[in-house]
């Protein structure tokens, strides 16, 4: 197994000339090549070295960005480990996450400058650099730089932290090895042989792990180049434009190409060869509708905490039901089965993370083993195809003893139709919930105070975190 600097310094042996990273300007996409990305990820990551930051975690704050994959790489191959975090997040969730996690610098975007002016301040510890501003001063800075780049060799070095929630108070830090995130690609190449012929649209946010590894990492194996699609009302026109063979979607941006399609879209999703969506359940009829419609979509199920892909479709599968064929490099079973094979679904391999960092471990959901609880119940059948049948009944047990089932109150906030995705959690002993929603925060408090007046004190909801709904993908 290489190593991510490894992998870039082929890539500039194999392909300099050849364009590697598309952004759109001006509503016209302009590329840059392997020689220009890498040799900017190795200046940049000069710079950050001079500066003092080598083994110290980075943080992204940011949308979407030619400069956020540089980060991305720069931090990982050569300097430390990188922390991208939910642009959505507020400056609650980040101070949150300072708690939890020590960073030494935030590299934020223009946008999200609102954000982190109330904790320059409180943070003077943290290195703050506005994306759009520092970075060609940094590129400048590296270039004038006389140093000799040592690449980032002990495969078992965390250098990717991944939160899948900000918004309690207990954040679920998920620090991700070298070794972690690359331990699938022989698997996931067998079963969807990408290559440098390949082109890829990004309309996902790079945070997420299903993005950040499947289609950005994996490029600097495959050589496959990238369009950064940074505008979802132009998904429709971005497909049609780029003629993309790879992409990733989640359910929702699925569910919007068949609200928008016409012959000519179809025509194009025809034309992908691997139409990866997964991040939530997808619709089984939707599913097979377009499958039956030519479209090659395979359902792909994961967690952060297996670094994104546990399962997927196998090309051609007749069985559409599933949720797809597990990994053959991972050990995964069904814990305490009911009579109908259906129990907790349990994840061991070299893709597992080795555990949250600083939680308690009540909170955890590894074992002694190293194998992921993933509280998701399903089903195997005789071939390792997986069949999803839901979440594992959660329990609160609260200060004075009591049980609350959080399923029941996570129905009762889905309940308002508005509320596109809710989570129940504990928050030192009572209720909290967090919601994805397209109402303001004043109307999701007077949901809730509405709700808690039909529940006794003690199941009663405490504090409330609202998201607004931008991709539609699961809370976890």
């Known amino acids: 197994m290489k190593t991510i600097y490894e992998y870039l310094e082929e890539d500039l042996s194999k392909w300099p000339s050849r364009p590697y990273i598309f952004t759109k300007k001006d509503g016209v996409y302009h590329p840059r090549t392997f020689q220009e990305v890498i040799s900017d990820v190795q200046n940049l990551s000069k710079a950050l070295l001079a500066r003092g930051f080598q083994g110290a975690n980075l943080m992204i704050y940011s949308e979407n960005s030619y400069e956020w994959i540089v980060l991305y ?23 949150n996450t300072f708690r939890t996690l020590p960073v030494r610098a935030v590299f934020y975007s223009h946008a999200r400058s609102g954000q982190t002016r109330p904790l320059r301040d409180a943070h003077p510890e943290i290195s703050w650099f506005c994306i759009e501003d520092a970075f060609p001063r940094l590129i400048r800075e590296g270039k004038a730089l006389e140093m000799t780049l040592t690449g980032e060799n002990d495969l078992q070095k965390t250098v990717l ?16 090895t070298q070794e972690n995130l690359f331990a699938n690609w022989d698997t996931l190449y067998r079963r969807t042989p990408m290559t440098e012929t390949d082109v890829s649209c990004v309309f996902l946010p790079l945070h997420h792990v299903y993005t950040g590894v499947a289609n950005v990492l994996y490029t600097v194996i495959s050589g496959m180049q990238l369009y950064l699609c940074t505008d979802l009302s132009r998904m429709a026109q971005d497909l049609l434009e780029v003629r993309p063979t790879v992409v990733c979607l989640v359910p929702l941006l699925l569910y919007r190409l068949r609200e928008a399609m016409t012959d000519e879209l179809l025509h194009v999703l025809r034309e992908i060869r691997f139409l990866y969506c997964g991040g939530s359940f997808t619709d089984p009829a939707v599913k097979e509708s377009l499958i039956r419609q030519g479209v090659p979509l395979l359902e792909a199920y994961g967690t952060t905490e297996t670094s994104s892909v546990i399962a997927l479709a196998v090309p051609g599968d007749s069985d559409l039901l599933s949720n797809g064929v597990v990994f053959e490099n991972l050990e995964v079973w069904i814990e ?12 061991k391999g070299k893709s597992v993370s080795r555990g949250y960092l600083n939680r308690n471990d009540r909170y955890s959901d590894f074992d002694a083993q190293g194998a992921y609880h993933t509280g998701d119940l399903g089903r195997l059948d005789e071939r390792r195809r997986l069949y999803l049948k839901g979440r594992k009944k959660r329990m609160i047990l609260t200060a004075n003893g009591k049980n609350i089932y959080v399923d029941e109150l996570e129905t009762l906030l889905l309940l308002e139709p508005r509320i596109h995705a809710a989570k129940v959690f504990e928050e030192e002993h009572h209720p909290a919930a967090s919601v994805i929603t397209d109402l303001s925060e004043s109307d999701v408090k007077l949901l809730i105070d509405q709700i808690n007046r039909k529940l006794p004190h003690f199941k009663q909801i405490r504090n409330v975190y609202v998201k607004p709904d931008t991709l539609g993908g699961r809370i976890k």
């Open 336 to 347: 305490n089965p009911d009579e109908n094979g259906i129990g907790e679904i349990v994840v």
């Open 161 to 176: 932290i991944l939160f899948t929630s900000g918004t309690t108070n207990f954040p679920k830090a998920i620090p991700l």
């Open 73 to 95: 790489f720069a931090v990982m191959s050569y300097v430390g480990t990188c922390v991208p975090v939910d642009k959505e997040w507020t400056s609650h969730d980040l101070e």
